[in-house]
């Protein structure tokens, strides 16, 4: 019952009972009630919030514990990305985009990439393509083995944490044995990849997928299977269809409801067009269809991996391209498929050796705006469920 | 330290109380889990994870800043977040540490042109150890640790030192 109804309630004159409607499983009114007044409660949730997945705020109005709405405040995060990539020569640009995805920094610098390479009409070595696929998918399993690590320790389950780590680091020290960094590679650039694969990288990657699948199976016994987690996730944050395509979302969430979007097969870019692949698509939508899509998306991206380290062909990695870029008058748009989504660079060149505008289509902004959208109606510790299965990244949101 | 391995049976040690204290401090360092940016994942997720285990030094995350000892700045910090930033230091109880990871953090990074990036967080909060790198690997965060022990259970000597000179 809304206060304004209670307010209500107690001014009807006397003689007439009050007419309360009770709640569900409540057979009388308990004694004291039409003089009580609920208010609601204004929580801020974050900015620090060992479970916001970095900086975010979100106001929520609850009454109880049920949440009457939700408003994500930004801007925690905004370091001037986009502005600052104004004043930065082509090559540079990447270096800055890899902060924005911070997490799956290879797919921000593969779209910019390729929107670089549209405006100077670069065509790009076969090799260098098949490498670019390949560390993508090496990025999205790591990625998404984070998303699933911290998604269980926020519903309190811990344990997967530590196992999915050892894991993501097998992985980085591939990432680190070829692009030199851990996070921020500046690996994909404009006309190709900074370098082959190094000798010790091919064993290493042959290692972790034949270990990779039973590591999966642990993860299903620890998590898929777990009961507490299935009754926190199950039926939680329903994004139908229809919603999920009128917020833009995209990437595992948008998949989850229902929509087998994906760039790599809708308009396939470096190698993906002569992979073989699904695309895991979930039914009803909620925090568990969310879960398991990123589950099966690191099954699939594990045989891709393999798929491109049997099929990498011979050859140069980077193109003949200038010291200095400058790219021809014009625009262009190039989307990949990152873990989060479909992250795009909308680039605008205006002859000089620096970009005029880079716009970065940010997946994680579409996927957070439909909070508002489902979080009411829920309780309040559902909420953590929700943001957490949306995988959303600030650094991309805020920039 | 497993003191009663050093000392063996039914020995006595005299120390003073605060150094006892300072001791445990340096051990068991609580920090809050306070990940701003991109040196969050490598500061504060690797950490915890198996490879680098920071658990082993007593290192710990904590949800509340009320029950932390140490923050890690792992970010960068702009003026909106400034404000959240000065609050949860004041919130954390004494005696209290800040570990400053990252370019970002100590003077503003790739970002210091920006206007609304605050340079350095030495501006909010006073900080105890600076970490460079962007992003810092793990190791030199675990550096940075063991810098802050050695600060810890020297504290009481700086501060006689101190004294005495001035
Ligand atoms: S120092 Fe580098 S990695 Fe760390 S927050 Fe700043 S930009 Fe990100």
Redesign the pocket.
Known sequence: MTPEELSQARITPEGEAPAIVLPKGLRRVPRGVDELATEHLIVNMGPQHPSTHGVLHILLELDGEEIIAAEASLGYLHRGIEKLAEHRRYSAVGTLLD?AD?ISGIHTELALAQATEQLMGIEVPEKAQWLRSLFSEIVRIASHLIAIGTYGMDIGAMAPFLYIMREREALLSVLESVTGAR??FNYVRPGGVLRDLTPEAEPLLRQFLKTFPGYLEEYHTLLTGNEIFQARVKGVGVIDRATAIAFGMSGPPLRASGFGWDVRKERPYAAYEQLRFDVPVGESGDCWDRYLVRMEEMRIAAELIEQCLDGMPEGDVMAKVPKVLKPPAGEAYSAVESPRGEVGIHLVSDGTDTPYRVHLRAPSLMNLAVVDEVMPGHKIADSVAIIGSLDIVLGEIDR | MALDKLLGENSVIFTKSEQLFDAARANSLWYLSYG????AI?GLMSAGGPKFDYDRFGIFHRGSPRQADVMIV???VNKKMAHALRKLYDQMPEPKWVIA?????CTG???REYPNVVLGVDKIVPVDVYVP????RPESMQYGFMQLQDKIRNRRKEMAREQRSA
């Open positions: 902060r911070y996070m921020m | 701003i940016a991109c040196c490598e792992a970010g960068t990871m990252g370019a970002c953090a990074g790739p970002f790198g962007c992003p810092p």
